[in-house]
């Protein structure tokens, strides 16, 4: 008996009690208790099977179900009462399953081993992890969006190097924000399939003698059945593709905060966060700092962490169930609740922040137009390289008299190549170098609204 009072479920094996502080160590149910739900509907679903298979018989059956499912009532209420002397989450249901239905829950484990359980609570909690994680995504997608068409003639300068590049308009640059979500919606996706596969009816690694019928229960649960009893209580896999798609979302989010950093700082000035998403300083009044988008950077790190800590866990395990296994569940509860806790505030943070639209497209002239005036020349037949080198000669000019290449006079246009004294009136602007492009996919106004069309109809599909 263990010094807490409660036989474990493996101990007719041993003599004496465990060690309190190995119990310490070995305990998991600090924090798996929030897979007591999966845990129940594996246990009603394998219960219902165990009656239809004859394992037990149908009044067992019914009364393992009944009794669990008021035990997941207690759950999902809030009821659900944890002990000291439950050493994880199995424990617990099947302690208070005997205190519900008598000696009848004794029954529960036959034809199963907590090894296809946890493999199952594990592949529950996944896929519907990622099925959160998916509708977090989306409303995202819908906010990019819809600040996208609230603000479509902004114009912003684009960047490289973080050095002015070329206009583009504030929402070519949303959408690609929204491009980078696409992909991860499908990075979810996967992962969400590969969780839909049920262990249950592995036993410990290599089945059982008990008639089980894993087909049953799979379809229960809304899964498929496993194919190899070893490799289902092994494999996590299917945790790894979750933790890599909420790593990669976590970048993405990561590099989008990165922006709104730079974007609400009075060197840029190009947009101001709400009051409700900012906070400010304890020693000096005037702050407004973006802490919101600043966690986003932060917790991606955290996020590649998570991934590489449950790589780290399995790299070394050979198949079959080892206690390292325990380590599989922080990761992933941590993984998902930092992208979960990110994606609720996006949102509304981006649909109520305010942009400084002349600032922005101030920001977008001078230089960054220069590359209008290469791509000019080359469709008059000057080599681009030749082009390159006249432009560059130019902007030098300008730099030399203090003048902005929209303000540079004909003669200096002329000087630099010949062709230059042809420009059309209002090409050297932000708006004429947008209008200019030809190319699909680009930051013309045109092109802007074919991606915004699309992106309305992608996102009808996939709510």
């Known amino acids: 008996m263990s010094e807490r009072g409660q036989q474990p479920l493996w101990g007719g094996r041993f003599g004496d009690s465990p060690a309190e502080a190995f119990e310490r160590i070995n305990a998991s149910i600090p924090f798996d208790i929030r897979l007591a739900p999966?845990?129940?509907?594996?246990?009603?679903?394998?219960?219902?099977?165990?009656?239809?298979?004859?394992?037990?018989?149908?009044?067992?059956?019914?009364?393992?179900?009944?009794?669990?499912?008021?035990?997941?009532?207690?759950?999902?209420?809030?009821?659900?009462?944890?002990?000291?002397?439950?050493?994880?989450?199995?424990?617990?249901?099947?302690?208070?399953?005997?205190?519900?239905?008598?000696?009848?829950?004794?029954?529960?484990?036959?034809?199963?081993?907590?090894?296809?359980?946890?493999?199952?609570?594990?592949?529950?909690?996944?896929r519907e992890a990622a099925e959160g994680i998916r509708n977090g995504v989306l409303e995202a997608m819908w906010a990019l969006v819809d600040v996208a068409e609230a603000h479509k003639d902004l114009i912003l300068p684009g960047y490289t190097h973080l050095q002015r590049a070329q206009p583009l308009l504030l929402a070519h640059h949303l959408m690609a924000h929204f491009a980078a979500l696409r992909r991860d919606l499908v990075r979810l996706e996967a992962a969400q399939a590969a969780a839909t596969v049920s262990p249950l009816g592995a036993a410990a690694l290599g089945g059982t003698p008990h008639p089980v019928d894993p087909v049953v229960t799979a379809e229960d649960l809304g899964m498929e059945p496993f194919t190899n009893s070893l490799d289902a209580v092994s494999d996590r896999d299917f945790a790894l593709d979750l933790l890599y798609a909420c790593a990669v979302l976590g970048v993405h989010l990561s590099r989008l905060g990165e922006e709104w950093v730079l974007w609400t700082s009075q060197e840029f000035a190009f947009a101001e966060l709400d009051d409700a998403y900012s906070s400010g300083s304890s020693i000096m009044p005037q702050k407004k700092n973006p802490d919101a988008y600043e966690l986003m950077r932060g917790k991606s790190g955290r996020l590649i962490g998570?991934?590489?800590?449950?790589?780290?866990?399995?790299?070394?395990?050979?198949?079959?169930?080892?206690?390292?296994?325990?380590?599989?569940?922080?990761?992933?509860?941590?993984?998902?609740?930092?992208?979960?806790?990110?994606?609720?505030?996006l949102p509304e943070m981006l649909?109520?922040?305010?942009?400084?639209?002349?600032?922005?497209?101030?920001?977008?002239?001078?230089?960054?137009?220069?590359?209008?005036?290469?791509?000019?020349?080359?469709?008059?037949?000057?080599?681009?390289?030749?082009?390159?080198?006249?432009?560059?000669?130019?902007?030098?000019?300008?730099?030399?008299?203090?003048?902005?290449?929209?303000?540079?006079?004909?003669?200096?246009?002329?000087?630099?190549?010949?062709?230059?004294?042809?420009?059309?009136?209002?090409?050297?602007?932000?708006?004429?170098?947008?209008?200019?492009?030809?190319?699909p996919g680009s930051s013309s106004p045109r092109s802007v609204g074919l991606q915004l069309e699309e992106a309305r109809r992608f996102l009808a599909a996939a709510t």
């Open 38 to 126: 999966y845990d129940i509907r594996g246990s009603i679903a394998h219960a219902r099977m165990l009656g239809q298979q004859g394992i037990i018989s149908p009044d067992e059956s019914r009364t393992l179900v009944l009794g669990l499912e008021a035990m997941l009532g207690e759950v999902q209420a809030g009821n659900f009462s944890w002990t000291l002397a439950d050493e994880d989450v199995h424990t617990a249901v099947e302690r208070r399953l005997r205190e519900l239905v008598g000696d009848a829950a004794l029954k529960l484990h036959t034809g199963r081993s907590r090894n296809d359980q946890v493999a199952l609570d594990l592949h529950l909690f996944c």
């Open 306 to 345: 998570d991934l590489n800590a449950l790589l780290v866990t399995l790299k070394g395990l050979p198949l079959g169930y080892s206690k390292d296994l325990q380590e599989d569940k922080e990761p992933l509860f941590d993984a998902v609740d930092a992208v979960l806790s990110m994606l609720a505030v």
């Open 351 to 439: 649909r109520t922040a305010r942009f400084e639209g002349a600032r922005m497209k101030e920001a977008a002239g001078g230089f960054a137009l220069a590359t209008e005036l290469a791509d000019f020349l080359a469709a008059r037949g000057v080599p681009f390289r030749e082009a390159h080198r006249a432009v560059g000669a130019l902007v030098r000019r300008c730099e030399e008299l203090r003048l902005p290449l929209e303000e540079v006079p004909r003669e200096e246009l002329a000087a630099a190549h010949p062709a230059l004294d042809e420009i059309p009136e209002g090409l050297l602007t932000p708006e004429g170098s947008l209008a200019n492009k030809r190319s």
